[in-house]
């Protein structure tokens, strides 16, 4: 096995490459890493070189594929290239699901059966608490999303994030449960995470503060570089963070990959902070 293959058998380095697909999204969530809303900048990864780094991947011993953003369906070309990446490598795409009716909806129906999992932001049981964070209707939009997608035969996580999730009310925890299950997705399909101090966060004095060593290192290509995780390539006051930056190189793959494997070996041994965006 090679450099990088080792570092992911060996737990140093996770598995799955991200692709930052764009930075537009059509929310502007008051917790956002990338500080994200329809007018900044899209730094746009086109579909070619998001599979070509995806075959890069598999052929150096990565074992899945994140796509992130911004919304990576505001990109039309989306859902042709998920199913094309499906038959390179696992795909998990993540998305806040207020795009999926008509023709966005039809578009992605392809996707029934594929290995290809839409994670879907829903941060509480409560309309109006998960409207604060995330913008108006946006509760309504997601729990009428999420069952229209699993009827449909498409993979479907749901994500939580939270300022504290230790400190959780138990009954709105439960609450939120039942209703995770009244969509159709299972526990195993939940996950709660916490808010991350960077991008939009900070402003908003929120979140948990994280560096390298709190960080589960998972090889993140943008267009701007390749970053040490998908908690990495953030923005604050329209400027891109670069402290988690690997290379400006992303091609090929196996520069970006080789010098993070590196970093990851070079760690303090007992190093076993983790922290994932899924
Ligand atoms: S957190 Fe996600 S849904 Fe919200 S503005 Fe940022 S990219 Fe968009």
Redesign the pocket.
């Known amino acids: 096995m090679g450099a990088v293959a080792d570092a992911i058998a060996g737990g140093g380095m996770g598995g799955r490459l991200w692709l930052y697909s764009n930075?537009h999204?059509?929310?502007?969530?008051s917790?956002?890493?990338?500080?994200?809303?329809p007018g900044v900048p899209r730094r746009v990864l086109d579909a070619a070189a998001i599979l070509a780094r995806a075959r890069e991947a598999r052929e150096l011993g990565f074992t899945g594929v994140g796509i992130?953003?911004?919304?990576p369906f505001l990109l039309a070309w989306m859902p042709a290239l998920l199913a094309e990446l499906a038959e390179i490598l696992p795909v998990v795409v993540?998305?806040?699901a207020?795009l999926f009716t008509g023709r966005r909806l039809a578009a992605i129906e392809p996707l029934a059966g594929l290995p290809v999992r839409i994670q879907i932001?829903l941060d509480s049981a409560f309309p109006q608490e998960n409207d604060e964070m995330?913008?108006p209707e946006n509760f309504a939009k997601v729990v009428a999303a999420i069952p229209a997608l699993v009827e449909r035969g498409i993979g479907v996580r749901i994500a939580t994030?939270l300022e504290d999730p230790a400190g959780q009310d138990p009954a709105e925890r439960d609450r939120l449960c039942e209703l995770h299950r009244s969509l159709g997705v299972g526990d195993e399909d939940h996950i709660v995470r916490p808010i991350i101090r960077r991008?939009?966060a900070v402003a908003g004095d929120m979140g948990l503060a994280v560096g390298f060593d709190e960080i589960e290192p998972e090889l993140t290509i943008t267009a701007d570089g390749a970053f040490a995780s998908p908690f990495g390539p953030t923005v604050r006051a329209g400027e891109l963070d670069t402290d988690l930056l690997v290379t400006r190189t992303v091609a090929p793959l196996s520069v970006p990959a080789g010098a993070l494997a590196r970093l990851v070996g070079n760690a303090e041994s007992g190093r076993d902070a983790r922290l994932g965006i899924r």
Do not use: A, F, Q, V
């Not at 999204?25 to 969530?29: D, K, P, V, Y």
């Not at 992130?68 to 919304?71: F, I, L, P, R, W």
């Open positions: 930075y999204c059509n929310l502007s969530c917790y956002c890493l990338t500080e994200s809303s992130t953003g911004g919304e993540l998305s806040n207020t932001s995330r913008g994030t991008g939009r």
